[in-house]
């Protein structure tokens, strides 16, 4: 299934894209996607209903994030060998792990606002996962069946905030529209291959980051697992899992983005996002 959030901000409604092209309101079987209404057993209902019968809506509106809102916004770094290559770090023995603030959460077509006193914007498209079942110490060869499906994700940085004003990386990831999410939330069982999908950006039509989820150094199965060892897993908890090579901070010069920007990121199958930067306005 793919399902989708569309409306104005702040007043959207839950949706499924049917397989006929249309949209159709999920509200009566749902209030929203978030926490537990992205449930496995909530997908299951979704799926065992008579989808044909779903009330037609209208895709000429804004489409938003894919989920409401999220338990936890985790965060894996370095996670593809070129790109820690490209930064001139080592590989790392195991997944670095960093959080988003909840609050940095939007939607795929939203403007990104570059925050005050910003002087090193960057993109990293992303793929990421929405856990469907509260797990803990789950093994690897299990860790895929607590997963409620994935999305496209574009972990926007400010690297100045996230390398150079100490403590923790997050300062530098968190500012509001800093996690576009969505279009689609596409269920595990239609999403393919996880780990052999092509992940692309593009800045104003040029081709920034081209490869594949086959470039992780740690599988998505691996980091559920990883993680359920040293946290609890929250249904409607978002994961996403590292970008690839090609970010604006591994350019020379570095390619940092500016008010007027367009940016478009995607990842195979499961939805392109297309934001515009603007500037702080506070």
């Known amino acids: 299934m793919r399902l989708m959030r569309v409306g104005p901000a702040g007043d959207e409604k839950p949706v499924l894209k049917h397989g006929d092209g249309t949209l159709r309101d999920i509200s009566g079987l749902v209030s929203d996607l978030a926490g537990n209404s992205v449930s496995l057993e909530m997908m299951d209902a979704i799926r065992k ?168 150094i740690f599988s998505c199965a691996h980091i559920v697992s990883y993680m359920s060892r040293f946290m609890t897993l929250r249904v409607g908890d978002i994961i996403v899992t590292g970008t690839p090579e090609g970010v604006a901070m591994g350019m020379t010069p570095p390619g940092w983005l500016v008010p007027g920007d367009v940016v478009e990121v995607e990842v195979e199958g499961l939805g392109a996002q297309k934001a515009t930067v603007k500037a702080f306005g506070g």
């Not at 607590?146 to 926007?156: E, I, K, L, P």
Request: charged share 25%; glycine share 10%; net charge negative.
């Open 49 to 216: 209903s008579d989808l044909d019968h779903l009330p037609v809506v209208s895709a000429d509106q804004r489409i938003g994030a894919c989920l409401a809102d999220v338990p936890n916004f985790h965060c894996v770094g370095l996670n593809y060998v070129k790109h820690a290559e490209e930064t001139g770090a080592k590989i790392p023995p195991e997944p670095i792990l960093f959080w988003k603030a909840t609050s940095a959460l939007s939607g795929p077509y939203d403007d990104i606002i570059t925050p005050k006193d910003s002087d090193s914007l960057d993109y990293e498209v992303e793929l990421g996962i929405v856990i469907g079942r509260e797990c803990t110490h789950v093994s690897e060869a299990e860790a895929l069946d607590y997963v409620a499906g994935y999305c496209t994700v574009n972990d926007v940085s400010e690297r100045t905030f996230q390398g150079k004003r100490g403590g923790q990386w997050g300062k530098g990831k968190s500012a509001p529209t800093f996690g576009p999410v969505g279009p689609e939330l596409v269920t595990a069982d239609d999403a393919g291959d996880v780990q052999n999908l092509r992940v692309t950006t593009k800045v104003n039509g040029e081709v920034r980051q081209d490869s594949s989820t086959a470039d992780m």
